[in-house]
């Protein structure tokens, strides 16, 4: 590649993703595997249901006995019986006879069908049907949700609530998982003060740390050293240093990337010759940095370097930073959802490079046939994507990306949003 010439954001991911892979996976008890990303496929163990049981309070019945019941023709059954949810009998059922059953109890090996306890007169020694059960009627079948042996969970899925219940119910104490990447975020930049302290002319408050702390914990990952340092050369040093000796997963750096007098983190990186600054089309987030820190005989660990400004901070985080943290935790899919919408309004695009705008979802208006039903959108400011826009953040819904050979968004064009809410 010849000096000054671009490389594209597709050429980057793909080297970042090509140096970065899945933490080695471990064991954890299902307490404590919520959030984290399973590392081999879960099979049931055993079946679900595990047996015949009741889905209401009522009575277990014989069909047969009941299938002419209704409010003009009531039926009456001896209640023989009683079973509660963990209990162990199976008391006999003959002609004309009941067990009341709670929900979840098992089903009388002798009983074919559920009365609700609402289609009763509630009794206790007799009990009288007033409205017929369908044959099989409020009973769940052993193995009908799932059969020992089928499968349950396949690896790369993040362990929500609700799978981590079914690894539980599928007879699993244990999920075998991705541990969680131990990270560390260091923004760069002596006009950095701390947010809500007096500040003197050129300094600004320090919000980037704040911004990649944060947007580390929602890609899944923890944030285990957060801090600032002005633009010497030897404090970097000497936090990088304190990053690798705790042995981290991946360190996160911002500012101090390009090619100014005072960019620290090309200054005490570029010379290691393991970690390459690359000129990226894209707009915002041009400056990037990507390596390896090696220390001794430890395994290497990545290195990210990424602008400062914080539109172009947290741009490159979701370009670059994201999938490396996902592809670490072991996640089959590692980008953001994306989805085709509408441009409610134009604005300008930088030439020869993508861009990542910054979006707002315009509220939907009435769907009308033969009107466009895609979702639409529009910059989050009016400053456009310029890589200072910091008030845009909060608002943005998401970042329309804009190709590299669109020279211009108008009202009307389709676009590629990837959400971030």
């Not at 009522?58 to 409010?71: I, K, L, N, Q």
């Not at 304190?242 to 997963?249: E, P």
Request: aromatic share 2%; proline share 8%.
């Amino acid at each position: 590649m010849s000096a000054g010439e671009l490389e594209t954001v597709d050429a980057h991911l793909a080297r970042v993703l090509g140096a970065v892979h899945p933490l080695t996976p471990i064991d954890v008890p299902l307490a404590d595997a919520g959030g984290k990303v399973l590392a081999l496929d879960a099979r049931s163990r055993l079946d679900i249901p595990l047996f015949d049981n009741s889905a209401m309070d009522g009575y277990a019945v014989r069909h047969a006995d009941v299938a002419a019941a209704s409010a003009a023709n009531p039926v009456t059954l001896r209640v023989v019986g009683e079973v509660a949810a963990g209990s162990a009998d199976d008391p006999a059922i003959d002609a004309d006879e009941a067990v009341h059953i709670m929900t979840g109890a098992p089903l009388p090996s002798a009983a074919d069908a559920v009365v609700p306890i609402e289609h009763t007169d509630r009794g206790h020694e007799v009990v009288t049907v007033t409205v017929a059960p369908l044959p099989g009627a409020h009973v769940r079948r052993a193995g009908e949700d799932l059969h020992a042996g089928d499968p349950v969970l396949t690896a790369g899925v993040r362990l929500t609530a609700g799978r981590v219940s079914a690894l539980a119910a599928a007879g699993h104490a244990h999920a075998t998982v991705h541990p969680t990447p131990r990270v560390a975020v260091i923004s760069t930049g002596s006009e950095l003060v701390t947010p809500g302290h007096p500040l003197a002319r050129g300094q600004i408050p320090e919000s980037n740390s704040l911004l990649l702390a944060a947007l580390v914990r929602e890609a899944g990952a923890d944030v285990v050293h957060v801090t600032s340092v002005p633009d010497d050369e030897s404090e970097l040093d000497d936090e990088l240093a304190r990053c690798l000796d705790a042995r981290l997963d991946l360190i996160v750096l911002s500012g101090g990337v390009s090619v100014g007098a005072h960019d620290v983190v090309r200054a005490a990186l570029e010379p290691l010759r393991t970690v390459g600054f690359h000129a990226i089309a894209m707009q915002p987030g041009k400056p990037q940095a990507f390596g390896m820190l090696h220390r001794g005989a430890e395994p290497p660990t990545p290195v990210f370097g990424l602008p400062g400004n914080p539109v172009a901070t947290a741009v490159s985080f979701e370009a670059f930073v994201r999938p490396a943290l996902l592809r670490m935790q072991g996640a089959a899919e590692v980008h953001r959802p994306r989805l085709t919408a509408v441009a409610a309004e134009g604005w300008g695009v930088p030439r020869a490079k993508v861009q990542f705008m910054p979006v707002v979802v315009v509220p939907a208006e009435s769907q009308v046939i033969g009107v466009d039903a895609r979702p639409r959108v529009r910059p989050a400011t009016s400053g456009g994507s310029g890589s200072h826009l910091v008030g845009g953040l909060a608002a943005a819904e998401g970042y329309a990306i804009v190709p590299a050979e669109v020279d211009e968004v108008r009202a009307g064009d389709p676009v590629t949003v990837m959400l971030v809410t």
